[in-house]
């Protein structure tokens, strides 16, 4: 599965009374009621009157692999639909075995059914008991592990009528979804799909929803003639049924987990490929047919390279890919048949800012690791999502250059740090958590994915991938814990990696690096000092360190062992530049203590995008010497785009030099740019600077530029010169989808934005994405808060409420809604005071709701904001 987040980047829930350890917790609470029953009867009541009592932190509960007590070998379904009471009607045959002992009952997931019957394969009818999560069936006899027997499963699904709760990962736990199925909504097509990650599958059919558990497949499905079927496999049949309707047989022979089970139902445009006998195909809404493989991009070259990469062949019927409307997450790797959300699908104009080739990069390298081979609990989520996140890296590495792959690694790390340092560090591989969904975070995927690929440079490329040759071949169509992985990168390097995985999966926490370079003009030698500051233990790093010492540069490998040490290097003269972590893999934080010339030089004569990318953040504390300004002029003609754009963005324009010598490099960029990314960048540089003479390249930006983030920049730079020009060319744009658009029209609208412009607000407030609402809900409060009509006032400060009180969304979304709620309380408090009474409830209303949320907020930076602003 693929979390987005920013337009971009995950699922826990409560379904009825059922918890994500199932089977296992339906009898450990039968064990903790007995319990409880002898503590209460054996426990001496104490006086605790004088006595301090301080509640210890309750600790998560430790997550086992589910128990295996059936072996699910087929699942075989007949399926048809109710469209209108949003209902399935299902007919399962499930085939099992005992797993190891002999049993005589088999319990399912089964969530909100109405059970018609359950029968054996004859036909007969067994005894059962259900109580809304889980189906337990008396199987009439005691089978033992030799013999297969069959259960048949009559039901209803209906997943409207399910108390489901979701999570940042996957926001309705459901499973079945029923889009638009009145056709009430003129501009949205009717669509069903189903989301089974991580056990909602259970909510459309009966099965063992856990993911160690692993099955065959088919499903036939009953459907008007005018649509359209995908599923996993291959499509066997299409029969007419001869009253309008029609039934698909989809059949896949290669077994794969429950959560990896699909079906969507619609109207579409299906575009083909193949790739070595196989079909791949595009599943687009009918106006974009003639962009679906620009849509997927690469697709079948990805089969190619990823089945080259690993030695091992894409082993499923076919692949394909598919759009849905109202997607609760980004994208799902079900087998062969893969799910994604509408904000892959755009036209040729909108294709050009967004790139969901990360995505499908991501979503198919889960075909080989989380597929193929599985995580055996949610507990090891980061054996399916670490790889799949390294696959983007693999991927950009291979079609556009080790600076790509780059870049999208800085990018993991951002994330990483972001949610370790803002909300918690955790380890990636955590026996103990909440719900399932707790686990897809940045932590399961973007440090994953970074710590493939230190283990990657450590061990060497040809270990590495032989090392996730043999992890596949040992351990294909079955369900892995991490030390299956150790295992196979031991056989293969010939090395104990306990250290590595112990400390990088098994820990949590990352390194917080202080480097200081000195240098010893007697003894020639550089001297590095390492000392390491977090909280955790002590990391063992692995450093490459590059000497550059008269135009030479020299390649020695350190290892830190100590919480503080130092390394000393003999050289033939004072290093021009020592760059330690020269390799630029290192997951932690680095503090660096280095001259300007250093980084100029390390600007110059880096040869990764990573070295740039570091010198010019470097540099950044050296803005008032010109040199530092003229090697970042020189860094906007670098070969690849973010060097060229971060070099622009860096650059201080109000030295007069420095805007003499970059402002034509700047407008240059801006309008001709191969790259969109860097024009988008100058771009902001020009609108930055609030110079009137450059009103007509923004003009021209606006009208000709293929890409809406520039036009979006190039729009708020009108309206800083022009602010009339500016609102008028806003109001020709509010139709325009693109996050690039929204974004810059709710800056211009918060800046300069009155009445006319709430409704905008308003309407966009609830279909955002993440990325826009959180520039909406930053600028929101603004327009309120210049507002006179106390009814707009009002409906704002709920749609704010419903961002600043969501304790499970993103905790950004929140102190944008809690600061935007600030200024219009100060606002309206200002308008109370000055005699306007109608004012007053609004200050008391958003009084009230802070009061309530500051109550529920755990997050430490928005408890300190709340402190802040009195509450």
């Given at each position: ?421 803002n909300i918690a560090k955790k380890e990636l591989i955590r026996y103990r958590h909440g719900e399932a969904g707790d686990m897809f975070d940045a932590h399961s995927y973007q440090k994953g994915g970074h710590v493939l690929h230190m283990l990657r440079t450590y061990v060497g490329d040809e270990a590495f991938f032989k090392g996730l040759n043999v992890y596949l071949k040992d351990n294909e169509y079955s369900s892995v814990e991490i030390h299956n992985f150790r295992l196979a990168m031991e056989e293969v390097s010939g090395e104990d990696l306990n250290w590595f995985f112990d400390q990088w999966f098994l820990r949590a926490g990352h390194p917080i690096l202080d480097i200081q370079i ?354």
């Open positions: 599965m693929k979390k987005i987040l920013m337009g971009l980047l995950v699922g826990g829930m409560v379904i009825g009374g059922c918890s994500s350890t199932k089977q296992a917790a339906k009898k450990a609470e039968k064990q903790a009621a007995a319990e409880q029953e002898r503590l209460e009867n054996e426990t001496e009541v104490v006086d605790l009157e004088g006595i301090e009592v301080v509640a210890s932190k309750v600790e998560d509960p430790y997550r086992a692999s589910e128990k295996r007590v059936n072996n699910l070998v087929n699942t075989s379904l007949e399926v048809s639909f109710d469209w209108e009471k949003r209902h399935l009607f299902g007919k399962a045959k499930l085939d099992l075995k005992p797993y190891f002992y002999p049993t005589s009952t088999l319990i399912l997931d089964a969530k909100g059914f109405d059970i018609n019957s359950v029968t054996d394969g004859n036909g007969k009818a067994l005894k059962y008991d259900y109580d809304n999560d889980f189906l337990t069936i008396d199987l009439g006899k005691e089978y033992t592990r030799d013999q297969m027997y069959t259960v048949k499963v009559d039901y209803v699904a209906k997943p409207n009528e399910l108390l489901t709760d979701g999570s940042e990962a996957i926001t309705n736990a459901k499973g079945l979804f029923f889009i638009n199925p009145d056709g009430e909504d003129k501009e949205k097509p009717m669509q069903i799909w189903t989301q089974g990650e991580p056990e909602s599958s259970s909510c459309w059919f009966p099965t063992i929803d856990s993911p160690n558990e692993n099955s065959t497949q088919e499903i036939f499905i009953t459907v008007k003639d005018k649509y359209k079927t995908l599923s996993n496999g291959a499509l066997i049949s299409s029969k007419s049924n001869g009253d309008g309707t029609r039934t698909d047989h989809w059949k896949q022979d290669i077994p794969h987990a429950p959560y990896l089970f699909m079906m969507t139902v619609g109207d579409y445009a299906v575009v083909s490929d193949t790739w070595k006998g196989k079909v791949v195909d595009y599943y687009v809404e009918p106006e974009y047919e003639n962009v679906a493989r620009e849509i997927f991009p690469n697709t079948v070259e990805m089969l190619s390279f990823f089945s080259e990469l690993f030695d091992y062949e894409f082993p499923w019927d076919k692949y394909s890919q598919i759009i849905v409307r109202d997607y609760v997450s980004g994208a799902m790797e079900n087998t062969s048949a893969v799910t994604f959300g509408e904000f892959m699908q755009g036209d040729e104009r909108y294709l050009v800012d967004y790139d969901g080739e990360y995505i499908v990069a991501h979503e198919m390298m889960h075909h080989w690791f989380g597929d193929i081979v599985t995580c055996e609990s949610w507990a090891n989520l980061p054996m399916n999502e670490a790889f799949a996140t390294y696959g983007e890296y693999l991927w950009f590495e291979h079609k556009y250059g080790k600076e790509d792959a780059d870049n999208h690694l800085r990018q993991y790390l951002v994330a990483y740090l972001a949610e370790a340092n000195d240098y010893d003009d007697e003894k020639k030698i550089s001297i590095i000092n390492l000392s390491q500051k977090q909280d955790e233990d002590v990391f063992q790093l692995p450093l490459a360190v590059d000497v550059y010492v008269d135009g030479k540069v020299v390649r020695e490998n350190i290892t830190m062992t100590e919480r503080e040490q130092s390394f000393e290097i003999g050289v033939a003269s004072k290093p021009d530049l020592v760059n330690v972590d020269a390799e630029k893999v290192l997951l932690g934080e680095k503090n660096v203590t280095l001259d300007k010339d250093a980084y100029v030089h390390l600007l110059k004569n880096g040869p990764k995008y990573l070295d740039k990318y570091e010198a010019l953040f470097g540099l950044q504390y050296h803005q008032n010497e010109q040199v530092v300004q003229d090697a970042m002029i020189a860094a906007m003609d670098d070969a690849y785009w973010a060097v060229r754009s971060r070099a622009a963005l860096n650059l201080d324009m109000t030295r007069d030099a420095t805007k003499a010598k970059a402002l034509n490099r700047i407008k240059k960029m801006a309008v001709s740019d191969e790259d969109p990314n860097a024009r988008t960048s100058s771009m902001s540089v020009l609108a930055g600077l609030e110079d009137a003479s450059l009103k007509s390249i923004f003009e021209k930006s606006i009208n000709t530029d293929m890409s809406y983030n520039t036009v979006g920049e190039a729009l708020k730079g009108l309206a800083k010169v022009d602010k009339d020009a500016g609102l008028a060319q806003a109001k020709k744009l509010e139709a325009v989808d693109s996050d690039g658009i929204t974004a810059a029209l709710y800056e211009i609208y918060g800046e300069h934005g009155g009445e006319d412009q709430l409704g905008y607000f308003e309407n966009r407030y609830d279909s955002e994405s993440v990325y826009s609402r959180y520039v909406l809900a930053t600028n929101y409060g603004k327009v309120l808060s210049r507002s006179s009509d106390t009814k707009k006032i009002s409906a704002g400060i709920d749609k704010l409420a419903s961002s600043a009180g969501d304790f499970k969304g993103e905790w950004f979304m929140r102190m944008a809604a809690l600061q935007s709620l600030g200024e219009v309380k100060t606002a309206m408090n200002s308008k109370s005071e000055a005699g306007e009474s109608s004012f007053g409830p609004l200050v008391e209303k958003i009084t009230g709701l802070l009061k309530s949320f500051k109550e529920k907020e755990t997050n430490p930076r928005l408890q300190m904001m709340y402190q802040m602003m009195g509450f």
